[in-house]
């Protein structure tokens, strides 16, 4: 029987039937040449916040495997097996019920799994110990150490055991002592395999790795153990980015570089204090330094401070092996960065009690956000923590309002620390409206993106006055919060004379050239929009625009904001190509009155207020996942976006009152392997040559049911080829462009015989007039008077590619070297050409730009975005 017990108490602050796996389901098996052991069954001990995500990843992105997370903690492993997963992780839960009952599987027969599997994570808690030797900083191994002798103890063959979890130096050592005590007959191979996950975007950090870093032993067999797991990783991560060391490099890898990100947070919050005395604006000392490529623009954002399971803890892992190393002088070194942590969080809070004329005994005060960051519900080692504790140890009455944090998991929280709280003080509310009526103040401690979308003028008018705003995130727009007539306190920003903020940016700061702005080194600038602002108009219309931070969102924006149109854009700002690129458009637009904020389509709970604080008469859907070839890299990503999140933006759309009428974007795409050329509307298109085009169709099909069923009204266009000035660098004038100045030869691609490639390139202002003419015609959305239609935008005169290479040749003044080769099996077709007879007819579309003064104008504007060549992260780009 297995000696398991301590592993139940994995992890107390995170956390519903165990399935058993019939035989028939399970893989055949799969024995590596050397090792002998089976390759393609996978147990992960621990079912926490590591070891579901990545498991659940691996599952996803090797099929040919079987994963089985096992845990003794029944909940928890119920939870896994429900619709109500035990954490919050974006795009986890759509993971898990594709995989789940697969080859993806949660259970509580721990010796079962083993026995099943030969290669198993270690994925349980490692806490800072809260007693005896190294207490509070030292790590507590008992569930690592409960691990190896459950293993050892229920194997039944060779094992690969490698350790998920945060460890100190040598731990696996210390499990091999404990491995080869009790082993028996059996050989294990121990390898360190350290997460870098941040919450809130874990599942983008799975799916794109910026590295797996693998630590395992120097001998043959345990490089051959290694390349297991290399193997596994490879499925799905480029090869340059799996990195293998010896096992003491890959642990002290994970707390070094947790301790670095930790010291930049305490390093710019130390600046925040001291702006805060000096007058200085701290984010304008962030954007200044982070504009230096030695240091970079990330975690340099003034906050309350860091939270979180791992910075912290690893941190005081690592001052207390120093300690034991005898390296008294690093361990303080590394020590003053927990320290001054939990100085800013204290700082915070006196701020508040001392500009609430000292006290806050009996006064309501609304927190919003208690998660330590957005997109998690995590609430280990907030920063809310220590404010709302010292808030309540002074008499407030704290009301908090967090859209994915429970009373119940809060209050865990402040047990394990210690604290007591009077739960008749600390409420949690339903909504920030509830939190924040009669209250006599507003305090942010998360920066989730709805926080930004509140009417605070409707707020102002429930508080108690004077009405105070602290913004521990600095996400709000504090000149204008201060209009409204709040007095507002923020992370490292000093006050004037007037008792107002100085914020240099909104007073003294000229826009930077744009030359400068978009370069993708600079921190953001202080956000100067409102959503609010965003959405005045002078024409009666108020538009969503998705994807704003897209090529032609960008455009289309700028355009309707233009005319008068109130716009407010969103975008999850992807990383199909460089997101620093998106960001300049972004900037860009926020200097024209638009403002984008970060949120994917997916996210139903923050569109959904959007929508009611909003009132949008029209919406334009932009936003997809783009690229034909990209597909066969990551087709999961075409059915999030293009389907799923068309489809989530349909059901907001359809529970709004009213209803907001609704262009969208199709493709030329759709008409996939049709012969008949020009292409017109009445074509049939049910021969998509690619994942890109079939989701493209699936819109129009999907557009067509929301408006029988509920009366939506539709516009659909269907783009041709098109470019222009911020264009997608994927795109082929762009990145012909890149490679021409780089002098790298171009892959032009060629059909059947040689033949060439024909596309029916369209400029982006001819697209944009196109798409302005079907938000003025679309019908308004009732079951009465909703339409739906489909047009081709396109410019109905096809060229070659080469033609194209030609005029950018011309505008460049540089020959390109040109490589003609077959066009691959990705998706591509021969030819797309408009037929825009019924645009022409319909929407008075006409458009006016030929190839050649089109590729003229985008190199003019190429030129001058990248006037000294392009920025790091644009050469770095490579296009699939």
């Not at 997370?69 to 898990?96: F, K, Q, T």
């Not at 100190?168 to 404990?178: K, M, N």
């Not at 942010?444 to 913004?471: C, N």
Request: hydrophobic letters at 40%.
């Amino acid at each position: 029987k297995c000696s398991f017990a301590l592993l139940v108490a994995i992890d107390h602050r995170t956390t519903q039937k165990t399935r058993r796996v019939d035989a028939s389901e399970v893989p055949m098996a799969a024995k590596h040449p050397t090792l002998g052991i089976n390759v393609n069954k996978i147990c992960c001990i621990g079912a926490g916040y590591v070891g579901g995500p990545t498991c659940a990843t691996i599952a996803l992105k090797c099929p040919h495997i079987k994963v089985t997370i096992v845990d003794l903690n029944e909940a928890r492993i119920n939870a896994w097996n429900s619709d109500n997963l035990p954490i919050y992780e974006p795009g986890l839960d759509d993971i898990v019920k594709k995989c789940r009952g697969k080859n993806l599987f949660f259970s509580t027969d721990v010796k079962g799994a083993i026995q099943e599997a030969d290669i198993i994570f270690a994925s349980v808690n490692t806490p800072t110990k809260i007693k005896g030797i190294g207490a509070g900083r030292a790590a507590d191994l008992r569930f690592i150490e409960s691990v190896g002798r459950t293993v050892a103890e229920c194997s039944n063959g060779n094992k690969i055991i490698i350790e998920k979890s945060t460890v100190p130096v040598r731990t696996a050592e210390a499990l091999d002592r404990v491995l080869t005590a009790n082993k028996g007959p059996h050989t294990f191979w121990i390898l360190s395999n350290p997460e870098f996950l941040a919450e809130g975007t874990a599942m983008k950090d799975l799916d794109m790795p910026d590295r797996v870093l693998i630590g395992g032993p120097t001998t043959d067999d345990g490089i051959a153990a290694a390349s297991v797991l290399v193997d596994i990783y490879a499925n799905w991560v480029p090869r340059e980015r799996i990195l293998t060391t010896n096992l003491w490099s890959s642990e002290l890898s994970k707390l070094v570089a947790n301790a670095v990100l930790a010291q930049r947070v305490s390093s710019i919050n130390s600046i925040s204090l001291l702006c805060e005395k000096t007058g200085a604006d701290v984010a304008e000392v962030s954007r200044a330094i982070g504009a230096d490529s030695r240091i970079g623009s990330k975690f340099l954002s003034a906050s309350i401070g860091f939270g979180g399971s791992c910075f912290q803890k690893d941190i005081l892992n690592l001052v207390y092996i120093c300690e034991s190393e005898g390296l008294p002088a690093v361990a303080k070194y590394w020590q003053q960065v927990v320290d001054m942590n939990e100085h800013q969080k204290e700082s915070f809070s006196g701020k508040i009690i001392s500009s609430l004329f000292n006290t806050v005994t009996n006064k309501k005060i609304a927190v919003l956000g208690f998660a330590f960051k957005k997109d998690t519900g995590d609430v280990r080692e907030t920063p809310a923590l220590t404010v709302c504790h010292m808030l309540m140890q002074d008499g407030a009455m704290v009301h908090v309002f967090d859209p994915k944090v429970h009373k119940e998991d809060a209050m865990t929280e402040f047990k394990y620390h210690d604290m007591q709280v009077d739960e008749s003080r600390f409420i949690f509310e339903s909504s920030a409206r509830d939190a924040v009526d009669g209250a006599h103040a507003i305090i942010v401690l998360t920066e989730w993106d709805e926080f930004k979308t509140y009417p605070y003028h409707e707020f102002y008018a429930m508080m108690m006055k004077p009405a105070f705003v602290f913004d521990g995130r600095n996400i709000l727009n504090h000149r204008e919060l201060e209009n409204i007539g709040f007095e507002v306190h923020a992370v490292g920003k000093g006050r004037g004379a007037d008792g107002k903020l100085n914020v240099l940016a909104d007073k003294s700061m000229p826009s930077p050239p744009l030359s400068m702005a978009c370069g993708g080194s600079f921190a953001p600038a202080p956000r100067r929009l409102s959503a609010a602002d965003s959405c005045k108009s002078t024409t009666g219309r108020v538009i969503l625009v998705t994807g704003t931070a897209g090529f032609v969102g960008f455009h289309l924006a700028r355009a309707l904001k233009k005319r008068g149109d109130g716009v407010l854009g969103i975008d999850n700002y992807n990383s199909y190509y460089p997101a620093g690129f998106k960001r300049s458009r972004s900037q860009v637009l926020e200097e024209d009155g638009v403002l984008t904020l970060e949120l994917d389509l997916n996210d139903a709970h923050v569109l959904t207020r959007l929508m009611n604080d909003h009132k949008f008469t029209h919406v334009v859907s932009l936003a997809a996942q783009a690229g034909v070839r990209y597909a066969t890299k990551d087709p999961h990503s075409y059915v999030k976006s293009n389907i799923e999140g068309f489809v989530n933006l349909l059901e907001v759309c359809k529970m709004a009152k009213p209803m907001p009428r609704i262009v969208f974007a199709s493709s030329s795409s759709v008409y996939g392997l049709n012969k008949k050329a020009p292409f017109a509307e009445s074509d049939v298109v049910d021969q998509p040559a690619s994942l890109y085009a079939a989701t493209k169709k699936s819109n129009e099909l999907i557009a067509h049911t929301y408006r029988h069923v509920y009366g939506l009204s539709f516009i659909g266009l269907r783009f041709f080829t098109v470019y222009g000035p911020y264009g997608r660098p994927d795109m082929a004038a762009f990145l012909f462009a890149n490679k021409i100045m780089k002098g790298e030869a171009l892959k032009i691609f060629q059909g059947p015989g040689g033949s060439e490639l024909e596309r029916d390139f369209t400029y982006v202002d001819d697209i944009v007039t196109g798409t302005i003419a079907a938000v003025d015609k679309v019908a308004p959305s009732t079951k009465e008077t909703a339409q739906y239609d489909i047009y081709n935008l396109g410019n109905k005169d096809p060229v070659t590619v080469s033609y194209l290479v030609d005029c950018v040749e011309g505008a460049l003044g540089k020959k390109a070297i040109r490589e003609y080769m077959p066009m691959p099996p990705t998706g591509d077709v021969l030819k797309t050409s408009a037929d825009i007879t019924k645009a022409q007819a319909e929407l008075g579309y006409s458009p006016t730009t030929s190839l050649q003064d089109g590729i003229n104008k985008f190199i003019a504007w190429y030129k001058d975005f990248y006037p000294n060549g392009l920025d790091k992260e644009m050469s770095e780009y490579v296009p699939m």
